[in-house]
């Protein structure tokens, strides 16, 4: 009675709160797909030109100690790959994010000075840990003008750059396809070794005339001001006086000054041009298409230079509008077939404008509680609206029925039940893994919102709703058979069809337990009989894969081929992905014709193809991303893999990876393919690698162990790299009196990148090198006589130098080694299994204190074979409960229809299975 009294008020606060949630909308963060990531920081740390071992020792290490000092750190994880130190800390959940960075700026500041030269000052990512992802561009532009290269590097990032940055919701503008100006210090030995002066000495007293160095103090007026000499400026440095061993020369006596473009240690191309781009790096939460559309306005109200263009190049909000676009159509048809069922069935328009209405009111309060809950739209979760707008709708009809009829709330324990089975599919969430639950979590939200709020909705506003329109009570009772209807007798008919083909489901329910056979154990811890029968190598290997064939259902292919062969990927517009990987000893110049011959091929597409990106990374890595125009033809995208894969197969010995649409094409060769796997981890990498080499000769006593690799990758697609390895006779050394000191100065005057001696004022780096340097090679090295002293010797008389394999990454977490060996066992892979448990529990016994071993899989769903199955059985267990408490019975039916096919089911589903 209080609903009927107040029933326009309650519609009246109803709509204004939908109206109101129509204003969050734009706050609400929209984008393509989830962004949201663990609570972590990541250090990351460049070194140039320094090995995977050289980072660990010189940056990864002494940066993991200081930080190991503070507090709320869950987990620290580090890779140390060559010239990048990345260390990943994962906090707490009670850990302020904010306050931990300013933690870690203010050591970070304190150790800058104690790491090497060459490397750069550390960077700071928050809730960033995937580096390649911290990195995607929404929006990319190139800058045209009549210049130098250099020029118009320097305009975009001294002006353009600066005037856009403040832009709410950007996180970073990375310019590229610029190169820096370096300057050059250029010696001759020959020269040096005539006047008796070490290129050491010479490069000390240059760097000293570079730096700010202080003199003194002096007091003025009780005040003291400290004095300093002014460093030299570059211009000049040729004619400043330089004072060795008491002879006074002039600077551009001994060496020679130049400045040349820095050589480049990757690329970037968009369409095969070297333009330079400015690129737009959302931050996390932020709605791109709201960025995006204060990017181009800010950018269109930008006043350039004559002679200077800026054009759009790249831009993923369009794929994203699009992708809306279609969501949106979706659902209005799906809106509009259920409404269309509902006139059908009712025939009047009173009932359209109540679902619709209610309908809207749902959507109007959730969108206030999306806010609340910091739900980021994307594609997942506007797929979970479109999903609940059907239950939704459902919820209200149910609702207006029985209200239409009853005018009472009795039907309300059934809305709840028949909601609380659809929520109980999200139980399945909590167990599945974490980086899947950030992924969900806003499907998650979206759906238990829009279901919750329903609940409201339906025992609120349509009963309001039904009062003000003046809904009368319809009789629902039948006297007998003869009232009812035509199409109510045909209702009748069907009902009791039904009724017939339950009855002799229940007679077949014992045949089900047969679909089950491929979960039947391979092997039983006790009974004999069952491990010669069933458990026995003849049923294994040519009965058992027969049988399941014929008896296993539709169950047997979702559970080998989904589960074991699928994978997650990210929803995204359609591209095609082309990998190159060279091989070792390939320089950067040489993967730069390879892509250019690519780009020359693709090309000849533009019609279809909207642009391509060329990003070559290192000497050895290239790729190229494909996308392609809305009006190309579907076929397109296949038919041009195909081509790639064969022009790129006649390319020489380089191995290719081409995937994006269809069936991929790669002829990489990974050492991690391996059947079985085993993890060392400890503190010291040198024991380490010894207790590896003692495991793998175990394995290698086996008849059956194919081969064992050792210290293979912790990530698909890395491959070990080649170094040289100098090996040396302390003795010998002794004998020619030659120390380390006079050695390790001996090799970097003849190392290829240029020793750094400091950075002007607008960040040029000042280098120091040989003439001959270009010219030097590992023969020159090692048959050039050095003096030291009063020796002169050969570095090939008491060393030598070998190529050896390396990792290209050392993995470390808190601050543990970690290190992998894989094997390939030859027959059941049932044998191979046992094989490698027992060979771990031995091995276990003699393993030091510190030092751990363990198995390893490869996937999530591998720890446990049938673990994902006991999650999708949660889901008909938690309906099975709230049945027993909506219809106050555990029985399904009538108690009297509980037979023995039940127990059979409960016991094969919840004992052999798991």
Not at 33 to 61: D, F, L, M
Not at 533 to 552: C, F, H, M, Q, V
Request: aromatic letters at 12%; proline letters at 3%.
């Amino acid at each position: 009675m209080v609903l009927k009294n107040h029933s326009f008020s309650i519609i009246l606060l109803l709509t204004a709160l939908a109206l109101t949630g129509l204003l969050f909308i734009p706050y609400i963060s929209l984008n393509l797909n989830p962004t949201h990531r663990y609570p972590s920081v990541t250090v990351q740390t460049g070194y140039i030109n320094a090995t995977p071992e050289e980072v660990e020792r010189k940056i990864t290490r002494p940066i993991e100690g200081v930080l190991t000092t503070l507090s709320g750190i869950s987990k620290m994880y580090s890779t140390s790959r060559k010239e990048r130190s990345t260390i990943t800390l994962e906090l707490q959940s009670w850990v302020n994010t904010e306050m931990f960075r300013f933690q870690v700026l203010t050591i970070l500041r304190q150790i800058h000075q104690s790491l090497p030269d060459q490397a750069g000052f550390p960077s700071l990512l928050i809730n960033k840990p995937d580096e390649e992802k911290s990195f995607d561009q929404i929006l990319t532009y190139s800058i045209f003008a009549p210049l130098e290269r250099e020029a118009i590097y320097d305009y975009a990032v001294n002006i353009l750059s600066p005037l856009l940055s403040g832009i709410d919701g950007l996180y970073k503008i990375h310019v590229t396809g610029g190169s820096k100006k370096e300057y050059i210090i250029e010696y001759n030995q020959d020269l040096l070794k005539s006047h008796h002066i070490t290129p050491e000495k010479l490069g000390t007293h240059i760097k000293a005339t570079l730096r700010n160095i202080p003199i003194g103090q002096i007091d003025e007026n009780g005040q003291q001001w400290r004095v300093s000499m002014k460093p030299a400026e570059m211009d000049n440095i040729a004619a400043i006086p330089i004072k060795i061993d008491n002879h006074l020369y002039r600077g551009g006596s001994l060496f020679k000054v130049f400045e040349r473009e820095e050589k480049p240690m990757a690329m970037y191309r968009i369409d095969g041009k070297n333009n330079i781009r400015i690129s737009f790096i959302p931050d996390d939460g932020a709605n791109h298409l709201q960025l995006g559309k204060k990017i181009k306005d800010a950018i269109g109200k930008i006043s350039l230079p004559s002679n200077f263009e800026i054009l759009k190049e790249y831009d993923t909000t369009e794929y994203i509008q699009s992708e809306l676009d279609k969501i949106k159509e979706r659902t209005l048809y799906s809106v509009l077939i259920l409404l269309t069922f509902v006139f059908l069935a009712y025939r009047k328009w009173k009932h359209i404008f109540v679902v619709i209405s209610g309908m809207l009111i749902s959507l109007g309060v959730s969108f206030i509680l999306y806010y609340v809950a910091a739900v980021q739209l994307n594609l997942y979760s506007l797929a979970a609206i479109t999903i609940s707008l059907g239950i939704v709708i459902d919820n209200i009809i149910v609702m207006v029925d029985h209200f239409r009829k009853y005018q009472n709330f009795q039907i309300i324990p059934a809305i709840l039940s028949a909601t609380g089975t659809t929520l109980s599919a999200l139980v399945v969430f909590w167990f599945l893994p974490i980086e899947w639950q950030w992924n969900l979590s806003d499907f998650a939200k979206v759906l238990f919102i829009n279901l919750s709020v329903s609940i409201g909705v339906a025992f609120i506003f349509i009963p309001a709703m039904m009062y003000q329109l003046n809904y009368r009570v319809v009789s629902s009772t039948f006297a007998d058979d003869s009232n009812i209807s035509s199409k109510g007798q045909l209702y009748k008919k069907v009902a009791q069809l039904f009724c017939q083909v339950q009855k002799c489901h229940h007679g077949s329910d014992d045949t089900d337990i047969w679909f089950t056979i491929i979960y039947v154990p391979v092997h039983h811890k006790t009974s004999s009989l069952y491990n010669k029968t069933i458990g026995s190598d003849w049923y294994l290997e040519y009965a058992r894969p027969i049988l399941n064939k014929y008896l296993g259902g539709t169950l047997r292919l979702f559970s080998e081929y989904v589960y074991t062969r699928g994978s997650f990927r990210s929803i995204e517009e359609t591209k095609l992905y082309v990998n190159a990987y060279l091989p070792l000893g390939s320089t950067l110049n040489q993967t730069n014709e390879l892509m250019k011959k690519v780009e020359h091929y693709i090309k000849q597409y533009s019609s279809e193809i909207k642009n391509y990106t060329t990003d070559i990374r290192d000497h050895q890595n290239g790729s190229i991303v494909i996308s392609f125009h809305k009006n190309a033809s579907e076929s397109f995208p296949y038919t041009l893999k195909n081509r790639l894969i064969s022009f790129c197969s006649d390319l020489g010995e380089v191995e290719w990876n081409i995937y994006g649409v269809g069936k991929g094409f790669s002829n990489l060769s990974y050492e991690n393919s391996n059947q079985f796997m085993v993890e060392f981890r400890g503190y010291n990498l040198e024991h380490l690698a010894k207790l590896e080499d003692d495991f793998a000769k175990l394995l290698e006593l086996h008849p059956r162990i194919e081969q064992v690799k050792r210290n293979i990758n912790l990530n698909w697609g890395e491959k070990k790299d080649q170094q040289y390895l100098l090996s040396l006779d302390f003795r010998k050394m002794s004998e020619k009196n030659v120390d380390l000191l006079s050695l390790s100065e001996f090799l970097h005057q003849n190392n290829q990148w240029p020793n750094t001696l400091s950075y002007t004022k607008d960040n040029k780096a000042i280098r120091i090198q040989k003439d001959d340097l270009r010219d030097n090679d590992i023969w020159d090295v090692k048959n050039t006589y050095h003096s030291y002293a009063t020796s002169t010797y050969l570095v090939s008389e008491f060393s030598k130098i070998d190529k050896q394999f390396t990792l290209p990454t050392l993995h470390k977490e808190n601050q543990q080694y970690i290190r992998r060996c894989g094997w390939t066992y030859i027959g059941n892979e049932k044998y191979g299994q046992q094989f490698q448990d027992e060979s771990i529990r031995k091995f276990e016994k003699v393993i030091p204190v510190g030092y751990t071993i363990k198995n390893v899989k490869n996937n999530f769903w591998s720890k446990n074979k049938n673990q994902q199955y006991w999650y999708i059985t949660l889901i008909p267990l938690m309906i099975f409960v709230i049945c027993s408490i909506q219809f106050e019975s555990i029985f399904w039916g009538h108690p009297n229809h509980f037979n023995h096919s039940h127990v059979v089911h409960w016991y094969f589903y919840y004992v052999l299975l798991f």
